[in-house]
Structures are given as C-alpha cells and as structure tokens.
C-alpha cells in the first residue's frame, strides 16, 4: 500500500497534464537532469558537476512570462514526473540539415523518474503538448523535435504522435563529441 500522499505509478492509463514549470519546480527539474538515462540525452556542463547554482542560472529565466523558451512540468496522476521546453526555432536555432522553418516550434522533453518510463507517459505527452500548442501556437506551420539516432524510445514516441522523421544530422556536444540526431516534423492539429 502506499503510504499516504505518496502516488505510484500502479494504474494502467495514468491522467497525463502538462502545466507551467515554477521555480519551486527546479529542484525536481536539477534530480531529473542528474537521471542517467535524461542524462544521457542532455549532457550538463563539463567538468563540474550539475548543480543547482547552473539549473537556476539557465533554466530560471527561462520561467519568466516573457521568455521565448516555454517550460512545463509532465504530472502523472498528479505527481511530477518530467519537463517539457518549447520554442520557436527562430529564437534558438538547430535542427542542422533540417532547417525546420523559423516559426515552427521545436520541443524537449524527459520523464525524469525512472518508475514512470516505459508506461506509455512519454507518448500521452506528447499528444497533450499537441493539443496545447495547436491553441498557443495557431500560426506554427510546423512542430520540430531532434532525438538522438539511438534513443529508440524518444524517436517512437514521436511516430506514435504523427511526426515523421526526416533529416538525420550531427551536432556537437559540450564535451567535444559528435551526436547524430534525426530530425521529426510534424503538421499542427487544426483547432477552431
Ligand atoms: C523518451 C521518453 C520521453 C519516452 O517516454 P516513455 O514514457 O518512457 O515511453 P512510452 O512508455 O510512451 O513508450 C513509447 C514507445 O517506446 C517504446 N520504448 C520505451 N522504452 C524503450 C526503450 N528503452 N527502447 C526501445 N523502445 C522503447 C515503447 O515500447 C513504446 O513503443 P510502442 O508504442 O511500440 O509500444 C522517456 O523514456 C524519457 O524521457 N527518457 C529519458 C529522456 C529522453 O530520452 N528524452 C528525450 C530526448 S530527445
């Protein structure tokens, strides 16, 4: 049994939100970025360890209304369990070979607590980032997300979602190593 307050992911369909990032959220945000597998994918600051000094300098202006990067939090059965950043391609170029167009809006993400992996929240999502930028971007002619060419589980989620892969590119990581990323568009749901 669980204890009280405490939610586990028992249930097969957990309820899957996306709702702002606070900065009373950064300090999830710093242990899911130490998680070895978002680690993996999101490489910190080289030679140091990440902490909690770097995570506010880069990602708290990021929480201010005006930012051009977006940034959520992914609850699960009303547990926080991950992020989601957005924003326009134009306000932060990638997407190498692809060039996705400038007022397409790109998006990153990690499920950051190991037990709620693989239970089909990265897929719920994704679709409910969908619908919500389909009403906060209406003019986006396009969504952009780059996984890398090995992390078979972000790339199937995006198909699942009705992006389709494109371009395959390479990008250089802070710690002098290539990644090959592989490039997913995706054309936004209409909405009255
Ligand atoms: C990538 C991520 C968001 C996927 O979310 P998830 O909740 O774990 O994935 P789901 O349970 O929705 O699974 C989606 C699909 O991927 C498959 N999958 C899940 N984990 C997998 C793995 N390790 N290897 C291969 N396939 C995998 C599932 O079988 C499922 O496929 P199906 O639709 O054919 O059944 C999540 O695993 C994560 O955040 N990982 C660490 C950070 C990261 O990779 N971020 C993305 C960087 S681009």
Do not use: C, K
Request: hydrophobic share 40%; charged share 25%; aromatic share 8%.
């Amino acid at each position: 049994m669980p204890q009280t307050g405490e939610v586990t992911p028992d249930n097969e369909e957990p309820d899957v939100l996306l709702r702002p990032m606070e900065p009373g959220d950064l300090a999830h945000l710093l242990r899911w970025l130490l998680d070895p597998e978002v680690a993996r994918w999101f490489p910190g600051p080289v030679g140091v360890p990440l902490g909690m000094d770097h995570v506010e300098a880069e990602f708290g202006p990021r929480l201010d209304p005006g930012s051009p990067i977006r940034m959520s939090v992914v609850e699960a059965n009303g547990r926080s369990v991950g992020f989601v950043q957005e924003y326009r391609v134009r306000d932060h170029p990638g997407g190498g070979a692809q060039q996705p167009p400038p007022d397409a809006v790109a998006l990153d993400y990690g499920i950051g607590e190991p037990a709620w992996r693989g239970r089909g929240i990265g897929s719920r999502m994704i679709e409910v980032w969908i619908a919500q930028a389909a009403r906060r971007y209406r003019d986006a002619p396009a969504y952009f997300a780059a996984a890398d060419h090995r992390n078979l589980a972000s790339r199937r989620v995006l198909l699942r979602a009705g992006f389709a892969e494109g371009l395959w590119f390479d990008q250089p990581r802070p710690d002098g190593t290539t990644a090959t990323l592989v490039g997913h568009l995706r054309r936004p749901e209409m909405v009255g």
